[in-house]
């Protein structure tokens, strides 16, 4: 059983076997979210860069659930000092977890804690779930190797950012799809802020003219894998 949850903004729940993962768990403050960050039960969280539309509740949660946080070494060891368990990767990092292979891609964009403090690079991610690959792109540029993580993975699922302003919009996010190859491509990183309003059936319509599959999801709202 593998669900992909959609929770509004780059959050994203993954259901698999009996494991939970939460990627960038931005609830609270996260005006189209559709949890309350008390309700979360997860075991892992990945986060792909420190930004506060991402980290969120990551402290909250993890400590409630005494779960694990996967993120790039800045990030990591942050948790360590609170106390929280977490696990330290880089770029172009794989490592099998018990509930599949997560790798860390490149992303195009910045990184600092809420706190300030420098994040280290910022990532995107590629979850690798019995048969099937998810990648999330965090929050990114378009760029060109897109193509090279295509050639190396076969993407079936792609959350790809469309919000403009702090990442790629629509356009280049068509361009980011048609890089990656991806099968099946869900919207994230839109109207969750006045900056970043992007029409997402505009995206669905630009994606499917270049003949790829787009789901829209609102929040709440899932794919069965
Ligand atoms: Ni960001
Ligand atoms: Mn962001």
Known sequence: MTKLIYHGHSC?????????????????????????????????????????????????????????????????????????KSHAMNLGGAYNFPFGRVKLTLAHHSSSRPDGAYGGDPAGVILTLGEKNVY?????????????????CRIDYAFLPIGDNFTMGIDD????????????????????FDVIKADPNEFKRKIESVGKKCNVLKAGEFIDV
């Open 12 to 84: 994203v729940e993954i259901k698999h076997n009996k494991h939970t993962i939460f990627i960038d768990p931005f609830i609270e403050g996260n005006a189209l979210s559709d949890l309350s960050a008390d309700d979360v039960k997860c075991d892992f969280i990945i986060l792909t860069h420190g930004h506060s539309d991402h980290f969120g509740n990551t402290i909250e949660i993890s400590k409630s659930n005494d779960a694990t946080v996967i993120a790039t070494v800045e990030l990591a060891d942050h948790f360590e000092e609170k106390g929280i």
């Open 136 to 152: 999330h792109a965090g929050d990114t540029a378009l760029f060109y190797d897109m193509k090279l993580i295509g050639e190396m």
């Open 173 to 192: 996010a068509v361009k980011a799809a048609e890089f990656l190859n991806a099968d099946l491509i869900i919207p994230i990183h839109y109207n969750t």
